[in-house]
């Protein structure tokens, strides 16, 4: 019983890992409706949304640094925008991980819930064109807004055991108007920071299982790096649409688990 659940567990941490270096995203809005719904479909032992939030917070952090480790080799990350949202994303996030502790797990489900649908509404937004990739010295943005985002959604991503990447890559593509391919590995460096400190959270506070978040990040760190790969020579539409649908998809079964 205990190989099959390790073996379960690898193998979705290469799933999340995948995602989370093609597209930017931890890999948490992926990785909790895996968590929770796929073991027992194996036969193995079901988990619960703390144990989840737990496991999430070591392998969003690892998945942000493998995923961001990719990236930077191909200059996609904009050092400024990942300061600016990356900071009060880290603060406001060890704040919420910390207070989670005090939550129960209802409540931290219809939180992300919450996170997801706000997401999937902004991914169903028309996208701003783009011809070409802009060029990092070329990228402007609002530096206030940029905060405010970071304080909002780190918050929230404490709370959840997320980076948040799945809510502010929405926030970057539209209220921000940052280039997709940019945004995507800008929020993989944002992610670090943001889910760093929800794992130094979830540890200080004795939420993480440590066994079995190992085995999720064994795959995660295959994943993220095939991944972080492939998103070089996948068009811009396409990582947009993949995006949208996981997003999307994630939230509408949530929200039926919470009805």
Same mark, same amino acid.
């Given at each position: 019983?205990?190989?099959?659940?390790?073996?379960?567990?690898f193998g979705l941490g290469f799933v999340g890992g995948l995602?989370?270096?093609?597209?930017?995203?931890?890999?948490?809005?992926?990785?909790?409706?895996?968590?929770?719904?796929?073991?027992?479909?194996?036969?193995?032992?079901?988990?619960?949304?703390?144990?989840?939030?737990?496991?999430?917070?070591?392998?969003?952090?690892?998945?942000?640094?493998?995923?961001?480790v990719g990236h930077h080799r191909y200059k996609r990350i904009?050092?400024?925008?990942?300061?600016?949202?990356?900071?009060?994303?880290?603060?406001?996030?060890?704040?919420?991980?910390?207070?989670?502790?005090?939550?129960?797990?209802?409540?931290?489900?219809?939180?992300?819930?919450?996170?997801?649908?706000?997401?999937?509404?902004?991914?169903?937004?028309?996208?701003?064109?783009?011809?070409?990739? &802009?060029?990092?010295?070329?990228?402007?943005?609002?530096? #206030? =807004? *940029? /905060?405010?985002? +970071? %304080? $909002? @959604? !780190?918050?929230?991503?404490?709370?959840?055991?997320?980076?948040?990447a799945f809510l502010f890559i929405p926030a970057m593509l539209?209220?921000?108007?940052?280039?997709?391919?940019?945004?995507?590995?800008?929020?993989?460096?944002?992610?670090?920071?943001?889910?760093?400190?929800?794992?130094?959270?979830? &540890?200080?506070?004795?939420?993480?299982?440590?066994?079995? #978040? =190992? *085995? /999720?990040?064994? +795959? %995660? $760190? @295959? !994943?993220?790096?095939?991944?972080?790969?492939?998103?070089?020579?996948?068009?811009?539409?396409?990582?947009?649409?993949?995006?949208?649908?996981?997003?999307?998809?994630?939230?509408?079964?949530?929200?039926?688990?919470?009805?």
């Amino acid at each position: 019983m205990e190989f099959a659940l390790y073996s379960t567990l690898f193998g979705l941490g290469f799933v999340g890992g995948l995602f989370s270096g093609l597209l930017g995203i931890g890999g948490g809005i992926l990785m909790v409706p895996l968590l929770l719904y796929v073991p027992p479909l194996f036969g193995v032992t079901a988990l619960g949304m703390k144990v989840v939030a737990g496991m999430t917070a070591v392998q969003s952090f690892v998945g942000a640094l493998t995923g961001a480790v990719g990236h930077h080799r191909y200059k996609r990350i904009h050092l400024g925008l990942a300061l600016h949202l990356g900071v009060p994303m880290a603060i406001t996030s060890l704040v919420g991980s910390m207070a989670s502790k005090y939550l129960s797990d209802t409540v931290i489900l219809i939180v992300f819930a919450a996170m997801a649908l706000a997401a999937a509404l902004l991914m169903l937004a028309p996208p701003r064109a783009e011809s070409t990739d &802009v060029p990092l010295e070329e990228v402007a943005f609002s530096r #206030s =807004l *940029a /905060v405010l985002v +970071g %304080v $909002v @959604i !780190g918050t929230l991503s404490g709370i959840v055991g997320q980076g948040g990447a799945f809510l502010f890559i929405p926030a970057m593509l539209l209220l921000l108007q940052i280039p997709t391919r940019v945004a995507i590995g800008t929020a993989l460096a944002v992610g670090i920071a943001a889910s760093g400190a929800v794992f130094l959270g979830r &540890v200080g506070t004795d939420q993480i299982p440590w066994g079995w #978040s =190992l *085995a /999720v990040v064994a +795959g %995660v $760190v @295959i !994943g993220a790096q095939l991944g972080s790969r492939l998103s070089q020579y996948t068009p811009r539409t396409v990582l947009r649409e993949i995006l949208a649908v996981i997003i999307t998809g994630s939230a509408i079964k949530i929200c039926l688990e919470i009805v």
